[in-house]
């Protein structure tokens, strides 16, 4: 054996154990949810049962999978936007949809038939309120949740119920609250488009941002909250703003559902374990160096299949999850 190929083997056997140790380490850290305070008294503040009846809406057939640039996906943009109006949000502008273009390249092309490379999109929309904060209005928290899904495919309907029904529908339960109870800051809900086709709908939202960057303090991202195979619901960020950790931790010690903080390291630190920070469309505000927390599940077997229909929701983990999120906005907003 000659010496550059014993240096070379010896350098890949390094690579292997410092990714193998990597991944011990980093499921160990990700296994340990936060404390709890068993004697704490979670309250109940949103709308559990309309909530649920608005995820099943747009998971129905109805809505034939909310792609973007469909009929589906139009009323779903629809939907979202009446309830905006119904609770007489704030706008930026004229109206709540922000209608944007865009040209997507698909790889996938490259192996399947009769499928385009370039695809230009002409009528996605982003739908946005917000609700004027009492005490510093001129300060911003984005809550985002994106509505699109994938659509139809090969004549099946591709639900999204927990991706990402679930966070559209806590996302209206949030605005329904804080519209009833406004907060010290101005709250932003930013229900997005096409973030299945590469977080184009946030990325339209930051090239036009509607208010200050310097204002834009927070962006809570709710992207998959509906169930969970062994009943964890994580938070990633605060790796990137470690001061978000006493928010994280409050909240966690009255949330019915473990809260574990994770998946926001590099994967060649975690032995390939997933890193989220560009999962959704809270890497577009992080991209602006604006500190986000992104609520979610790890994957489950539905994901992106048909099979994500909405009787698969585990009621009671997603109303206890979306009042973490809402525990975490309240505490953001006094922080």
Do not use: C
Not at 40 to 52: G, H, I, N, S, V
Not at 58 to 86: C, I, K, N
Not at 105 to 133: C, M
Not at 298 to 318: C, G, K, L, M, N
Request: charged share 20%; glycine share 8%.
């Amino acid at each position: 054996m000659t010496v550059s190929r014993r240096i070379r083997l010896t350098a890949a056997v390094l690579v292997v154990a410092a990714l193998g140790l990597g991944r011990v380490l980093e499921t160990r850290r990700l296994a340990v949810a936060l404390p709890r305070d068993p004697s704490a008294q979670p309250q109940t503040r949103l709308d559990a049962e309309r909530m649920l009846l608005d995820l099943q809406i747009l998971a129905s057939d109805r809505f034939q999978g909310r792609a973007t640039d469909t009929p589906g996906g139009a009323m779903a943009a629809q939907m979202v936007g009446t309830r905006f109006s119904e609770l007489e949000l704030s706008r930026f502008g004229d109206r709540f949809e922000q209608p944007f273009s865009f040209v997507h390249r698909s790889i996938r092309a490259l192996w399947r038939r009769n499928r385009p490379f370039s695809k230009t999109y002409t009528d996605a929309r982003n739908v946005v309120g917000y609700v004027p904060g009492t005490v510093l209005p001129n300060d911003f928290i984005v809550v985002s949740a994106h509505f699109d899904h994938l659509g139809v495919i090969g004549g099946e309907v591709y639900h999204g119920a927990d991706d990402n029904a679930s966070g559209t529908a806590a996302l209206l339960a949030l605005a329904a609250y804080v519209r009833s109870h406004p907060l010290r800051r101005s709250i932003v809900f930013a229900a997005f488009d096409a973030e299945e086709l590469g977080l184009r709908g946030s990325h339209a939202f930051v090239e036009a941002l509607p208010f200050p960057l310097e204002h834009f303090l927070l962006n809570i991202n709710v992207d998959m909250i509906g169930r969970s195979d062994d009943g964890r619901l994580f938070v990633s960020g605060v790796r990137y703003t470690p001061a978000l950790s006493s928010i994280v931790e409050s909240v966690a010690r009255t949330s019915k559902v473990p809260i574990h903080m994770g998946h926001d390291r590099s994967m060649w630190v975690t032995g390939l374990i997933d890193d989220w920070t560009g999962a959704s469309d809270h890497s577009s505000f992080h991209d602006l160096g604006v500190p986000f927390l992104y609520f979610g599940v790890e994957d489950h077997a539905d994901v992106h299949q048909p099979t994500d229909t909405w009787d698969r929701i585990d009621s009671s983990f997603y109303a206890a999850s979306a009042e973490t999120v809402l525990s975490a906005l309240l505490a953001a907003d006094h922080q």
